[in-house]
């Protein structure tokens, strides 16, 4: 099962080596959001690039393995650890076995610091840094047990995974591998793997082999040819556009073979044509004089019956935008621009405002101000709860980027 409705959803596969005397294939099938996959390439193209392949996290994982750690005996997990979410990709036999995407990471621990100290999330997220993880089950130091509380609900989603994939495929984990930002805690590999009962596997020692494992595997995609993933998410709508070319110029050839048969029984078609279309002119004409008589102002006419659906549901928006209730959506934007703080510069790039709770993206200059930020919303009596998400350093560490849930008392 995937989260996803099929219509909403790319799927990509990857062919599993099928077992001697086999004549069926297993394949491994990746699916990701058609959404998200179109702002992704919009993103590229509007920077000049148009990509021949896309990959996930999990799969340049396997990507990396084959390279660095292919002689590696038994089944072995790849997990990378980042700030929101956790890449696990289970290789065994030059194959990825099983991959998935789970939603917690080292923002999770962060914030359960914050949480259990009453401290802001810079100063947590510098408490967690300095944090030390052991494998024994008491400990004294206190961040540290708050950091194996945090870590648990991971665990419990690794060990399920593990049982899962041991028990439908009969196969045994041996070993673990551990990158990602969240890999430099000092002792959570060793943590991880003495909970999960398996050995720990250390890398090639490549510099900051750690933190770019992914980026890594990402950039051998190509290199590696057959032997890496074939996973591309570049077919359909979504396809390479050099290979649209050369699909283009088959297409051509194929025409021009076809027009002859075209013209052959153009004649016997025409005269049909010719009768339906005076029919249908007379039909358009009707509409066309309806329409004018119901929209006066619109002077372009393109498709009388489509642009009287889009009128529609302009019409239908307005109504929703200005609401019907006690409170309006301009009220509500309205109180967010009041709201936000005048000694702090809130830059919001994404707003979406639905019908009973609001969604922001935006970034400040530092996590205090996100903290004042959301306690100044949380003063309105018709946010019944706020919610702060994903609060992290930007790349450059001048800015703090977070997300904003505001769910509304009554909706619009």
Known sequence: QIPL????????YHSIQSAPGRSDSTVLAVAIS?????????????????????????????????????DLKGDTVFLDIGASKTSVCIVGEGSPRLVRTVWLGGHHLTQAIARAQNLSLEQAEQEKRKAVL??????????????????????????????????????????????????????????????????????????????????????????????????????????????????????????VAGAVLLLLAGGDLYLHYHLKMTRYQGLQSHVRA?????????????????????????????????????????????????RMPSDRVIEVSDLLVEQDNIRMEAQTDSFESVEKFKAVLEKYERFREVTISDARMSADQSKVRFRVNITLTEAV
């Not at 099929?6 to 990509?12: R, T, Y």
């Open 5 to 12: 409705d099929l219509e909403d959803a790319v799927v990509d």
């Open 34 to 70: 058609r959404e998200h996959l179109k702002r992704h390439l919009e993103g590229l193209q509007k920077a000049g690039v148009d990509p021949k392949a896309l990959e996930i996290d999990s799969l340049s994982l396997f990507n990396f393995s084959q390279h660095y750690l292919k």
């Open 134 to 255: 052991t494998e024994a089950d008491h400990v004294e130091e206190e961040i540290a047990r708050i950091l194996k509380d945090a870590l648990s609900p991971l665990i419990k989603e690794l060990a399920t995974t593990f049982h899962v994939y041991e028990t439908e495929s009969g196969r045994e984990i041996h070993q673990i591998y551990i990158c990602g930002g969240m890999s430099n805690l000092q002792g959570l590999s060793a943590y991880l793997v003495h909970q999960l009962g398996k050995e720990l596997v250390r890398g090639p020692g490549i510099p900051q082999e750690g933190t770019y494992a992914v980026a890594i595997g990402l950039a051998l995609k190509e290199w590696l040819g057959p032997k890496g993933s074939r996973v591309r998410f570049r077919s359909g709508e979504f396809a390479y556009r050099q290979e649209q070319a050369q699909t283009r110029h088959r297409l051509v050839a194929l025409g």
């Open 290 to 338: 309806a329409f004018q008589q119901t929209f006066p102002n619109v002077k372009t006419l393109v498709n009388e019956v489509e642009q009287t659906k889009a009128a529609q549901k302009e019409i239908d928006k307005k109504v929703a935008f200005f609401g019907s209730g006690t409170v309006t959506v301009l009220d509500l934007l309205g109180e967010l621009t009041r």
